[in-house]
């Protein structure tokens, strides 16, 4: 049996701005639509981005300046031969600290009963030991929202703000263009049950009074904070995230800056890949 593999290659946003901005003759605002839109187009077969990132076993970064024979194409090219040999089985690596760290942080996700997203984060400390972990759960003693409401509380919240729009707005157009108003200015995060995976890793270390080390660890993440977390990162001191999926919010991304917080995105070999790549090595 064939075994394929998938990299993914991310770029900053502001860098991969830069780099096309010709084509969109200096509009920015339309980059943007465009950008959102492909990283979670809601058709079948549209430009998934979001999707297609978090299915990739290799991820490589490409925010640097790259053009044919300078010293930043040689380096990015060592490091696309370095993964080609560990698929080929050429050579042997063991999972680097930001690999394994990332594959714990995924493993603990898969403890959620979250509907929308299943997120892990863990909180290593300067000898490289993790000492907290979190996933978005409900808090305990609460039923989940499956449970509780059968779908999403979100979800549910919407639902009946639609249902109370057809109650008062007759005409189906104006009915139509207000829901999707709201829904693209109203995410109503703040009504999410649940607990998020960097608060609750937070939160436990503080449960068993161990909060001194905060200052000096690194928390992993396998999607960027939201604002809320950011604030929480920022609040408890943490100076240096590393996060898998990239795409933050922009409030979240300058409340971390203004504290100082290091924010590195995921590179190298990742949860999904990270078994069937590491486990023959020896």
Not at 66 to 73: A, H, R, S
Not at 159 to 167: F, G, P, R, T
Not at 202 to 214: E, H, P, T
């Amino acid at each position: 049996m064939q075994n394929f593999f998938l990299f993914g290659v991310f770029a900053d946003p502001d860098l991969r701005w830069k780099r096309v901005k010709d084509k969109y003759n200096n509009d920015r605002r339309t980059f943007d639509e465009d950008d959102k839109r492909d990283s979670n187009e809601g058709i079948e077969h549209g430009q998934r981005v979001t999707d297609s990132f978090r299915m990739a076993d290799i991820i490589l970064l490409n925010n640097e300046n790259i053009v044919p024979g300078n010293k930043n194409e040689e380096l990015f090219l060592a490091k696309l031969q370095h993964n080609v040999h560990l698929i080929e089985g050429k050579e042997i690596f063991s999972p680097t600290y930001v690999e394994t760290n990332m594959a714990i942080a995924y493993a603990s996700s898969m403890r959620s009963s979250c509907l929308k997203r299943k997120v892990g984060a863990v909180i290593v400390d300067l000898a490289g030991d993790v000492f907290s972990s979190g996933y978005n759960e409900v808090p305990a003693a609460n039923n989940t929202c499956k449970c509780e409401y059968g779908m999403c509380y979100r979800d549910k919240l919407k639902k009946d703000y639609k249902e109370s729009l057809n109650s008062i707005i007759k005409k189906e157009k104006e009915r139509d263009l207000s829901y999707a108003l709201f829904k693209k200015n109203f995410k109503i995060l703040d009504y999410c049950r649940a607990l998020h995976a960097e608060e609750n890793a937070i939160l436990n270390v503080a449960r068993v009074g161990a909060s001194a080390a905060l200052p000096t660890s690194i928390l992993f993440t396998t999607t960027y904070p939201c604002n809320l977390c950011a604030n929480k990162i920022a609040q408890v001191g943490i100076k240096h995230i590393v996060y898998f999926e990239p795409y933050p919010m922009d409030e979240a991304k300058k409340i971390l800056a203004d504290k100082g917080v290091e924010q590195e995105p995921f590179e190298g070999v990742t949860y999904s890949g990270y078994f069937r790549l590491m486990e023959v090595l020896f």
